[in-house]
Structure formats: C-alpha cells, structure tokens
C-alpha cells in the first residue's frame, strides 16, 4: 500500500519539476529576439546627427531649439502681463506644430567648492566656520546627485524629403525670432548640443563636459585594412 503512494508523490514532484523548468526556459518570441539585438542607436530611433538636424530611422527629420529661462520673480505683475501679451501675440501666427520638452541636468559644482575651500586660509575662525559648514553641505548636495537645473527645449519636425532641411531651418529661424521679439532667448541647437540632449533624454543622471569639441561626445569608427 506503501510502494504506489510513494510512486504517486515521485510522480507529481518530477511532473511539477518540469512544468518548472518549461516555464522558466521559455524560449524568447521573435519581438524578444530582435529586441535585445538591437543597437542603442536603433532603441532611439537615431539614423545620424549631423549639423543642425537628427535623422531619424524612420524617415523624419528633427530640429531642436533651447528656451533661456527667465525670471518671473524679477518682473511686476503689469511686466508678466506684457510679456504673456508679447508672447501670445507673436505665437500666434505660427501654424507649424512643435514639441516643447523639459529635462533635468545634474550640475557640476566643484568650482563652487574648490572657490570656497581657497577662501578658507584669508578667513577670520568665525568665517572659517560657516565656510566649512558650506561646503560640507555642498560636498552632501554633490554627492547626493539633487543639485539640477531644468532646460527647456522646442522640436520641430518634418518628413524627410529633397529639400526639407532648407525649409525646417527656415521655420525654426522664424520660431526663434518669434521668440526674441517677445524677449526670450532661444538658440538653434547644432550637432554636440542635440548629442548632448539626447544624453540627457535617454539618460536623467548623464553630465557632459562644457567643451566646445564634438569628439568629445561623438565616437568615429576608423576603417583599417586587414
């Protein structure tokens, strides 16, 4: 009476084994395959960046503006008013459609502190004290990662066709004048600024280097014959 209880529990223990074992050895769909062989670039949907344009792997082609803010604090109520009438007022007539995007960038501030830690030996002990309160607090800000500043970018785009870069420049110069007349800065971005913002997007804790040189943030592949 014995033997086939045993039998029966040896039985459900190696059926539930390999039910285990089928569920955890999945093979991958054919969407799982091809996702994991995908390149960063192709997860991004970055065919090139090159001048003042990213084209796309499915056709399009993108301009980028970046928005200088501004201090709201610093105007008077009859100032905001104006400057939303001016804003409104100049907007208005545009009949193209864009993108508004907001991004954190975390903020680089050892020079602060290097500045601070040069003022300590021509300080009195009481100004030693509160600088060395400061900049163990920049020192934890630092660390920490919560020191960061918004940006404000504007994207436009098209299809991508013979001639269209002519013609999105074009709308994002008359954006960008758009924008000066109502007094808010706003620049074209070009390629190490659009490489930059694409860190930035895909990447919230990235930091890049205030450097002019683009090979700084774009690697080149050298062909070498075998």
């Given at each position: 009476?014995?033997?086939?209880?045993?039998?029966?529990?040896?039985?459900?223990?190696?059926?539930?084994?390999?039910?285990?074992?089928l569920k955890t050895?999945?093979?991958?769909?054919?969407?799982?395959?091809?996702?994991?062989?995908?390149?960063?670039?192709?997860?991004?949907?970055?065919?090139?960046?090159?001048?003042?344009?990213?084209?796309?792997?499915?056709?399009?082609?993108?301009?980028?503006?970046?928005?200088?803010?501004?201090?709201?604090?610093?105007?008077?109520?009859?100032?905001?008013?104006?400057?939303?009438?001016?804003?409104?007022?100049?907007?208005?007539?545009?009949?193209?459609?864009?993108?508004f995007l907001a991004?954190?960038?975390?903020?680089?501030?050892?020079?602060?502190?290097?500045?601070?830690?040069?003022?300590?030996?021509?300080?009195?002990?009481?100004?030693?004290?509160?600088?060395?309160?400061?900049?163990?607090?920049?020192?934890?800000?630092?660390?920490?990662?919560?020191?960061?500043?918004?940006?404000?970018?504007?994207?436009?785009?098209?299809?991508?066709?013979?001639?269209?870069?002519?013609?999105?420049?074009?709308?994002?110069?008359?954006?960008?004048?758009?924008?000066?007349?109502?007094?808010?800065?706003?620049?074209?971005?070009?390629?190490?600024?659009?490489?930059?913002?694409?860190?930035?997007?895909?990447?919230?804790?990235?930091?890049?280097?205030?450097?002019?040189?683009p090979e700084a943030?774009?690697?080149?592949?050298?062909?070498?014959?075998?």
């Amino acid at each position: 009476m014995l033997l086939p209880i045993i039998i029966l529990l040896l039985c459900l223990i190696g059926g539930g084994a390999v039910l285990f074992y089928l569920k955890t050895n999945k093979p991958k769909t054919k969407e799982q395959a091809n996702l994991a062989a995908q390149t960063a670039q192709q997860f991004v949907n970055v065919q090139d960046i090159r001048g003042n344009f990213l084209y796309t792997q499915d056709g399009y082609l993108l301009c980028y503006l970046r928005i200088y803010p501004i201090s709201l604090d610093l105007l008077s109520s009859s100032e905001k008013r104006l400057l939303i009438n001016k804003l409104t007022a100049e907007l208005s007539s545009v009949r193209f459609p864009f993108k508004f995007l907001a991004v954190s960038r975390p903020v680089d501030i050892s020079p602060l502190i290097s500045e601070l830690t040069s003022l300590l030996p021509t300080a009195d002990p009481k100004q030693k004290e509160l600088l060395r309160q400061e900049i163990l607090e920049m020192n934890t800000f630092a660390l920490s990662g919560e020191v960061v500043e918004r940006q404000f970018y504007l994207m436009l785009w098209q299809h991508r066709e013979t001639g269209v870069e002519r013609d999105l420049l074009e709308k994002a110069k008359r954006l960008v004048q758009h924008f000066e007349d109502g007094q808010v800065q706003v620049q074209i971005l070009k390629q190490q600024d659009i490489v930059q913002l694409c860190n930035l997007v895909n990447n919230p804790a990235y930091t890049h280097l205030e450097s002019t040189d683009p090979e700084a943030f774009i690697p080149f592949l050298n062909t070498r014959e075998v």
